[in-house]
């Protein structure tokens, strides 16, 4: 499959650790964020989302936190898996059913 | 599966020419987005629609165009291709609603412009 954003940034973790990916927002008028998941050859997949009104919400292993103040968001992976590594995007928005403002991405690589 | 579905997964062809590329969307999604991916500028939104109305507007060239039809199934059509025209190009898809509603992708058409 091909690669996607060549020089991304890249985080590398041990199969079985926590994985904590980050991400800066541009827009303080944003009010809703979403992390995906895209694997090689593949399109972006809906991992989990979050509105301005909430500080945290958590998945099947995964938990997204929101801080206005500095205009940042995270997505922590708990026991990271193989099955985990691919590129993870940010994106914002007005609401859910506004265009996406995507960030740059960050590759995951789990070392097993 | 995303239940979003694009067609051809691949596109080859040269400088100058057309092409339309197809997405349908997640059953009772009413809402179409059309978005561009390259190495060096990242996932770019180019198009939105709502059941069959264009609804917002982002980095699209005026070479480009898109449209949605009564069956909500949308077609992308790029003319007088450039080099610089390759790129992934992602459907995505949106349920009705005011409350969270994430967009769905599907696994997209690759263009190369030879």
């Known amino acids: 499959g091909e690669s996607v954003g060549l020089h991304l940034p890249t985080l590398s973790v041990q199969e079985g650790d926590n994985s904590i990916i980050n991400c800066a927002y541009s827009?303080?008028?944003?009010?809703?964020f979403i992390w995906y998941k895209q694997e090689s050859g593949k399109g972006p997949q809906f991992i989990i989302d979050?509105?301005?009104?909430?500080d945290k919400r958590q998945g099947q292993r995964v938990t997204v936190l929101l801080n206005k103040t500095v205009k940042h968001l995270s997505l922590q992976i708990a026991a990271t898996q193989p099955g985990d590594s691919a590129v993870y995007f940010c994106a914002e928005a007005y609401s859910g059913n506004t265009p996406l403002v995507f960030g740059k991405g960050t590759r995951l690589s789990v070392i097993a | 599966d995303s239940g979003v579905t694009q067609t051809p997964k691949h596109l080859i062809t040269a400088t100058g020419q057309r092409v339309t590329l197809r997405c349908s969307p997640r059953?009772?999604?009413?809402?179409v987005y059309w978005y561009q991916q390259s190495l060096d500028q990242g996932l770019q939104f180019l198009i939105q629609y709502y059941n069959g109305e264009e609804r917002a507007k982002g980095n699209i060239l005026e070479r480009f165009s898109a449209q949605q039809f009564p069956d909500l199934h949308s077609e992308l059509n790029l003319s007088s291709l450039e080099l610089g025209d390759s790129a992934l190009y992602f459907c995505?898809?949106?349920?009705?609603?005011?409350?969270?509603?994430?967009?769905?992708f599907g696994d997209g058409t690759r263009l190369s412009i030879l």
């Open positions: 827009n303080s008028a944003s009010d809703y």
């Open positions: 059953s009772g999604d009413l809402s």
């Open positions: 995505a898809s949106s349920a009705p609603g005011q409350s969270n509603q994430p967009q769905h």
């Open positions: 979050i509105r301005s009104n909430m």
